[in-house]
Protein backbone atom coordinates (compact mmCIF):
# COMPACT_ATOMS: atom_id res chain seq x y z
CA UNK A 1 0.00 0.00 0.00
CA UNK A 2 1.26 3.71 -0.71
CA UNK A 3 2.13 5.19 2.40
CA UNK A 4 1.58 8.71 3.08
CA UNK A 5 3.97 10.34 6.07
CA UNK A 6 3.12 13.61 7.91
CA UNK A 7 7.10 14.08 8.28
CA UNK A 8 7.83 13.81 4.83
CA UNK A 9 4.37 16.64 4.06
CA UNK A 10 6.35 18.94 6.70
CA UNK A 11 9.60 18.67 4.95
CA UNK A 12 7.81 18.98 1.31
CA UNK A 13 5.95 22.39 2.56
CA UNK A 14 8.96 23.68 3.91
CA UNK A 15 10.58 23.53 0.66
CA UNK A 16 7.55 25.38 -0.78
CA UNK A 17 8.09 28.05 1.06
CA UNK A 18 10.77 29.71 -0.96
CA UNK A 19 11.46 31.04 -4.46
CA UNK A 20 14.10 30.62 -6.63
CA UNK A 21 15.63 34.29 -4.80
CA UNK A 22 15.19 32.61 -1.17
CA UNK A 23 12.32 34.92 -0.52
CA UNK A 24 10.36 32.89 2.69
CA UNK A 25 7.12 32.69 1.54
CA UNK A 26 5.79 31.47 4.75
CA UNK A 27 7.80 33.91 6.77
CA UNK A 28 5.64 36.99 4.50
CA UNK A 29 2.42 35.47 5.37
CA UNK A 30 3.54 35.01 9.28
CA UNK A 31 5.08 38.96 9.46
CA UNK A 32 1.94 40.19 7.52
CA UNK A 33 -0.23 38.33 9.53
CA UNK A 34 1.25 40.19 12.76
CA UNK A 35 0.89 43.42 11.10
CA UNK A 36 -3.04 42.70 10.44
CA UNK A 37 -3.64 41.91 13.88
CA UNK A 38 -1.24 44.14 15.75
CA UNK A 39 -4.15 46.19 18.03
CA UNK A 40 -3.54 45.88 21.66
CA UNK A 41 -7.07 45.26 22.33
CA UNK A 42 -8.34 42.36 23.96
CA UNK A 43 -9.35 40.60 20.94
CA UNK A 44 -6.98 41.84 18.89
CA UNK A 45 -4.37 40.15 21.18
CA UNK A 46 -6.67 36.98 21.12
CA UNK A 47 -7.41 37.02 17.73
CA UNK A 48 -2.87 37.32 17.04
CA UNK A 49 -2.69 34.21 19.23
CA UNK A 50 -5.43 32.02 17.38
CA UNK A 51 -3.33 33.16 14.14
CA UNK A 52 0.03 31.85 15.64
CA UNK A 53 -1.71 28.11 16.04
CA UNK A 54 -1.66 27.97 12.45
CA UNK A 55 -0.66 25.07 10.66
CA UNK A 56 1.68 25.12 7.39
CA UNK A 57 -0.37 28.21 5.78
CA UNK A 58 -1.14 26.47 2.53
CA UNK A 59 -3.88 28.26 1.45
CA UNK A 60 -1.69 32.26 1.51
CA UNK A 61 1.17 30.30 0.07
CA UNK A 62 -0.99 29.02 -2.59
CA UNK A 63 -2.53 32.19 -3.12
CA UNK A 64 0.99 33.42 -3.76
CA UNK A 65 2.27 30.89 -6.01
CA UNK A 66 -0.83 31.11 -8.41
CA UNK A 67 0.05 34.63 -8.25
CA UNK A 68 3.82 34.50 -9.07
CA UNK A 69 3.43 31.39 -11.90
CA UNK A 70 1.08 33.62 -14.14
CA UNK A 71 3.00 37.25 -13.20
CA UNK A 72 5.89 36.42 -12.44
CA UNK A 73 5.51 38.38 -9.27
CA UNK A 74 4.02 37.05 -6.09
CA UNK A 75 3.94 40.81 -3.92
CA UNK A 76 0.30 41.91 -5.36
CA UNK A 77 -1.44 38.71 -3.42
CA UNK A 78 -0.47 39.00 -0.21
CA UNK A 79 -3.21 41.03 0.97
CA UNK A 80 -5.75 38.00 -0.65
CA UNK A 81 -3.25 35.70 0.80
CA UNK A 82 -3.77 36.97 4.34
CA UNK A 83 -7.88 37.23 3.50
CA UNK A 84 -7.63 33.84 2.97
CA UNK A 85 -5.50 32.44 6.37
CA UNK A 86 -7.95 34.56 8.32
CA UNK A 87 -10.61 32.96 6.91
CA UNK A 88 -9.25 29.41 7.49
CA UNK A 89 -8.46 30.26 11.52
CA UNK A 90 -11.72 32.09 11.52
CA UNK A 91 -12.96 28.60 10.50
CA UNK A 92 -11.10 26.56 12.78
CA UNK A 93 -12.26 27.88 15.58
CA UNK A 94 -15.62 27.38 14.92
CA UNK A 95 -15.01 23.53 14.19
CA UNK A 96 -13.06 23.28 17.12
CA UNK A 97 -16.25 24.92 19.29
CA UNK A 98 -18.38 22.38 16.63
CA UNK A 99 -16.37 19.08 17.44
CA UNK A 100 -15.53 20.06 21.18
CA UNK A 101 -12.10 19.62 20.53
CA UNK A 102 -9.77 21.04 23.03
CA UNK A 103 -6.61 21.01 21.15
CA UNK A 104 -5.42 22.14 18.21
CA UNK A 105 -1.42 22.12 16.88
CA UNK A 106 -0.92 20.87 20.75
CA UNK A 107 -2.23 24.25 22.19
CA UNK A 108 -5.17 24.88 23.79
CA UNK A 109 -8.04 25.85 21.28
CA UNK A 110 -9.81 29.20 21.41
CA UNK A 111 -12.93 27.84 23.18
CA UNK A 112 -10.74 25.69 25.82
CA UNK A 113 -8.98 29.04 26.77
CA UNK A 114 -11.37 31.29 26.69
CA UNK A 115 -15.28 29.93 26.44
CA UNK A 116 -17.61 29.57 23.99
CA UNK A 117 -18.68 33.17 24.14
CA UNK A 118 -15.27 35.09 23.24
CA UNK A 119 -13.78 32.21 21.10
CA UNK A 120 -17.03 33.07 18.42
CA UNK A 121 -16.14 36.90 18.88
CA UNK A 122 -11.83 36.35 17.79
CA UNK A 123 -13.94 34.32 15.22
CA UNK A 124 -15.86 37.20 14.08
CA UNK A 125 -12.77 39.90 14.57
CA UNK A 126 -10.61 37.45 12.46
CA UNK A 127 -13.61 37.60 9.49
CA UNK A 128 -14.12 41.68 9.69
CA UNK A 129 -10.34 41.76 9.13
CA UNK A 130 -10.74 39.61 5.81
CA UNK A 131 -12.41 42.99 4.40
CA UNK A 132 -9.77 45.07 5.40
CA UNK A 133 -6.61 43.35 3.68
CA UNK A 134 -9.20 42.86 0.43
CA UNK A 135 -9.95 46.81 0.48
CA UNK A 136 -6.15 47.28 0.26
CA UNK A 137 -6.38 46.93 -3.31
CA UNK A 138 -7.87 50.05 -3.61
CA UNK A 139 -4.73 51.65 -3.90
CA UNK A 140 -3.43 49.12 -7.04
CA UNK A 141 -3.71 48.26 -10.17
CA UNK A 142 -6.30 46.36 -9.56
CA UNK A 143 -9.54 47.14 -11.15
CA UNK A 144 -12.91 47.28 -9.67
CA UNK A 145 -14.36 44.95 -11.65
CA UNK A 146 -11.34 42.28 -10.69
CA UNK A 147 -11.95 43.55 -6.90
CA UNK A 148 -15.68 43.07 -7.13
CA UNK A 149 -14.28 39.13 -8.34
CA UNK A 150 -12.23 39.01 -5.11
CA UNK A 151 -14.86 39.97 -3.32
CA UNK A 152 -17.19 37.36 -4.70
CA UNK A 153 -14.69 34.42 -4.72
CA UNK A 154 -14.55 35.19 -0.94
CA UNK A 155 -18.46 35.42 -0.36
CA UNK A 156 -18.62 32.03 -2.50
CA UNK A 157 -16.18 30.54 -0.54
CA UNK A 158 -17.64 31.04 2.99
CA UNK A 159 -21.13 30.54 1.56
CA UNK A 160 -20.06 27.09 0.66
CA UNK A 161 -17.86 25.94 3.77
CA UNK A 162 -20.91 26.80 5.69
CA UNK A 163 -22.94 24.30 3.38
CA UNK A 164 -20.75 21.74 3.55
CA UNK A 165 -20.60 21.90 7.71
CA UNK A 166 -24.24 21.56 7.34
CA UNK A 167 -24.28 18.96 4.86
CA UNK A 168 -22.05 17.24 7.15
CA UNK A 169 -23.92 17.43 10.10
CA UNK A 170 -26.96 16.90 7.87
CA UNK A 171 -25.68 12.99 6.74
CA UNK A 172 -24.57 12.19 10.37
CA UNK A 173 -28.18 12.23 11.28
CA UNK A 174 -28.92 10.39 8.46
CA UNK A 175 -26.76 7.85 9.85
CA UNK A 176 -25.14 6.53 6.20
CA UNK A 177 -22.78 8.44 3.66
CA UNK A 178 -21.32 7.62 0.07
CA UNK A 179 -18.58 8.19 -1.34
CA UNK A 180 -19.97 10.81 -3.54
CA UNK A 181 -21.89 12.73 -0.70
CA UNK A 182 -18.19 12.62 1.24
CA UNK A 183 -16.52 14.12 -1.95
CA UNK A 184 -19.45 16.95 -1.75
CA UNK A 185 -18.56 17.91 2.12
CA UNK A 186 -14.82 17.63 1.06
CA UNK A 187 -15.24 19.97 -2.11
CA UNK A 188 -17.23 22.46 -0.20
CA UNK A 189 -15.69 22.73 3.43
CA UNK A 190 -11.71 22.30 2.56
CA UNK A 191 -12.19 22.54 -1.46
CA UNK A 192 -13.66 25.75 -1.24
CA UNK A 193 -11.21 27.83 0.17
CA UNK A 194 -8.16 26.48 -1.73
CA UNK A 195 -10.48 26.82 -4.55
CA UNK A 196 -11.02 30.70 -3.79
CA UNK A 197 -7.50 31.23 -2.91
CA UNK A 198 -5.93 29.85 -5.95
CA UNK A 199 -8.33 31.62 -8.08
CA UNK A 200 -7.87 34.60 -6.70
CA UNK A 201 -4.10 34.87 -7.22
CA UNK A 202 -5.02 34.37 -10.51
CA UNK A 203 -7.19 37.56 -10.46
CA UNK A 204 -4.72 39.73 -9.24
CA UNK A 205 -1.97 38.27 -11.65
CA UNK A 206 -4.39 39.89 -14.36
CA UNK A 207 -5.32 35.93 -15.42
CA UNK A 208 -7.92 35.38 -18.23
CA UNK A 209 -11.08 34.00 -17.62
CA UNK A 210 -10.18 30.79 -18.54
CA UNK A 211 -6.75 31.22 -16.43
CA UNK A 212 -8.61 31.84 -13.61
CA UNK A 213 -10.86 29.18 -13.45
CA UNK A 214 -8.55 26.13 -13.86
CA UNK A 215 -6.93 27.76 -11.64
CA UNK A 216 -10.02 27.89 -8.87
CA UNK A 217 -10.54 24.05 -10.45
CA UNK A 218 -6.41 22.99 -9.54
CA UNK A 219 -7.49 24.90 -6.12
CA UNK A 220 -10.39 22.63 -5.81
CA UNK A 221 -9.14 19.34 -6.26
CA UNK A 222 -6.34 19.95 -4.24
CA UNK A 223 -8.19 20.98 -1.17
CA UNK A 224 -10.30 17.31 -1.41
CA UNK A 225 -7.18 15.26 -2.11
CA UNK A 226 -5.53 17.52 0.94
CA UNK A 227 -8.81 16.38 3.22
CA UNK A 228 -8.31 12.72 2.10
CA UNK A 229 -4.57 12.83 3.09
CA UNK A 230 -5.87 14.54 6.55
CA UNK A 231 -8.47 11.44 7.17
CA UNK A 232 -5.70 9.29 5.94
CA UNK A 233 -3.94 10.71 9.13
CA UNK A 234 -6.63 10.37 11.56
CA UNK A 235 -6.01 6.83 11.60
CA UNK A 236 -2.05 6.43 11.18
CA UNK A 237 -0.73 9.76 12.20
CA UNK A 238 1.42 10.51 15.40
CA UNK A 239 -0.74 13.34 17.64
CA UNK A 240 2.68 15.24 18.08
CA UNK A 241 3.20 15.62 14.66
CA UNK A 242 -0.38 16.17 13.70
CA UNK A 243 -0.93 18.54 16.18
CA UNK A 244 -4.28 16.58 16.75
CA UNK A 245 -5.46 13.59 19.18
CA UNK A 246 -5.60 10.49 16.37
CA UNK A 247 -8.90 8.64 16.40
CA UNK A 248 -10.38 11.82 16.47
CA UNK A 249 -12.91 11.63 12.96
CA UNK A 250 -13.75 8.16 15.34
CA UNK A 251 -14.86 10.02 18.41
CA UNK A 252 -16.89 12.80 16.48
CA UNK A 253 -18.17 10.46 14.30
CA UNK A 254 -17.24 12.68 11.48
CA UNK A 255 -17.04 12.84 7.51
CA UNK A 256 -14.47 10.52 6.95
CA UNK A 257 -13.80 8.82 3.48
CA UNK A 258 -11.79 5.79 5.43
CA UNK A 259 -14.83 5.36 7.51
CA UNK A 260 -17.23 5.87 4.77
CA UNK A 261 -15.66 2.96 2.73
CA UNK A 262 -15.04 0.65 5.78
CA UNK A 263 -18.83 0.66 6.60
CA UNK A 264 -19.81 0.20 3.11
CA UNK A 265 -17.11 -2.67 2.39
CA UNK A 266 -17.19 -4.77 5.29
CA UNK A 267 -19.58 -7.24 6.15
CA UNK A 268 -21.78 -6.83 9.40
CA UNK A 269 -19.16 -8.39 11.80
CA UNK A 270 -16.60 -5.67 10.28
CA UNK A 271 -19.02 -2.94 10.60
CA UNK A 272 -20.41 -3.79 13.79
CA UNK A 273 -16.52 -3.65 14.76
CA UNK A 274 -16.56 -0.46 13.72
CA UNK A 275 -19.46 1.34 14.20
CA UNK A 276 -19.33 0.50 18.53
CA UNK A 277 -15.93 2.31 18.57
CA UNK A 278 -18.08 5.43 17.28
CA UNK A 279 -18.36 8.75 19.67
CA UNK A 280 -15.28 6.40 22.08
CA UNK A 281 -13.43 9.46 24.13
CA UNK A 282 -10.16 7.60 24.26
CA UNK A 283 -9.08 4.18 22.65
CA UNK A 284 -6.68 1.32 24.16
CA UNK A 285 -4.10 0.10 22.31
CA UNK A 286 -5.79 -3.00 21.70
CA UNK A 287 -8.39 -1.05 19.69
CA UNK A 288 -6.26 0.85 17.82
CA UNK A 289 -4.96 -1.93 16.47
CA UNK A 290 -7.73 -3.72 15.88
CA UNK A 291 -9.25 -1.05 14.51
CA UNK A 292 -6.05 -0.53 12.09
CA UNK A 293 -5.98 -4.17 11.10
CA UNK A 294 -9.95 -4.07 9.81
CA UNK A 295 -9.46 -0.88 8.11
CA UNK A 296 -6.39 -2.60 6.74
CA UNK A 297 -8.31 -5.75 6.02
CA UNK A 298 -11.27 -3.40 3.98
CA UNK A 299 -9.03 -2.11 1.87
CA UNK A 300 -10.28 1.11 3.44
CA UNK A 301 -7.15 2.88 3.64
CA UNK A 302 -5.83 2.16 0.19
CA UNK A 303 -8.58 3.31 -1.35
CA UNK A 304 -8.53 6.67 -0.13
CA UNK A 305 -4.78 6.85 -0.88
CA UNK A 306 -5.75 6.16 -4.87
CA UNK A 307 -8.96 8.46 -4.77
CA UNK A 308 -6.36 11.39 -3.26
CA UNK A 309 -4.34 10.79 -5.90
CA UNK A 310 -7.14 10.62 -8.77
CA UNK A 311 -7.90 14.33 -7.75
CA UNK A 312 -3.31 15.14 -7.37
CA UNK A 313 -3.44 14.11 -10.83
CA UNK A 314 -6.54 16.17 -12.07
CA UNK A 315 -4.78 19.24 -10.65
CA UNK A 316 -1.22 18.19 -12.52
CA UNK A 317 -3.62 18.51 -15.31
CA UNK A 318 -4.83 22.06 -14.94
CA UNK A 319 -1.45 23.46 -14.60
CA UNK A 320 -0.68 22.67 -18.23
CA UNK A 321 -1.84 26.16 -19.30
CA UNK A 322 1.36 28.16 -17.00
CA UNK A 323 4.91 28.48 -18.42
CA UNK A 324 7.83 26.26 -16.77
CA UNK A 325 8.94 28.75 -13.73
CA UNK A 326 9.93 27.82 -10.57
CA UNK A 327 6.14 28.41 -9.31
CA UNK A 328 4.38 26.14 -11.18
CA UNK A 329 6.79 23.57 -10.40
CA UNK A 330 6.14 23.87 -6.48
CA UNK A 331 2.19 24.13 -7.05
CA UNK A 332 3.34 20.83 -8.87
CA UNK A 333 4.68 19.77 -5.58
CA UNK A 334 2.08 20.58 -3.65
CA UNK A 335 -0.40 17.70 -5.78
CA UNK A 336 2.63 15.45 -5.04
CA UNK A 337 2.46 16.51 -1.70
CA UNK A 338 -1.66 15.72 -1.14
CA UNK A 339 -1.19 12.68 -3.29
CA UNK A 340 -0.09 9.03 -3.59
CA UNK A 341 3.58 8.87 -1.95
CA UNK A 342 5.70 5.28 -2.18
CA UNK A 343 9.03 6.75 -1.52
Request: hydrophobic content about 40%; proline content about 2%.
Amino acid sequence: MARYSFSRAESAVSKLETNGEGVDYKQIVEEALVEATNAQSWVSVAASEALKAGGKRIRPILALLTCEAISGDYRPAIPVALAYELAHSASLIQDDIIAESQVRHSAPTAHAKYGITRAILISDMLIFEIFSQIARYKDTKVSKGRLAELLEYMSRAAKEAAEGEFLEASLKERGSMTEADYVKVAGLKTGALFAAASASGAVVAGGDRKLVEDMREYGLDLGIAFQIQDDILDFTGQSKTTGKPIFKDMQNNACNIVLVHALAAGDVYKRNTISSMLYRKWFGISDAKKLLVTLTELGSLENATVLAEKYATRCRQLLAPLKPTPARQKLEKLTRLVGSRSE
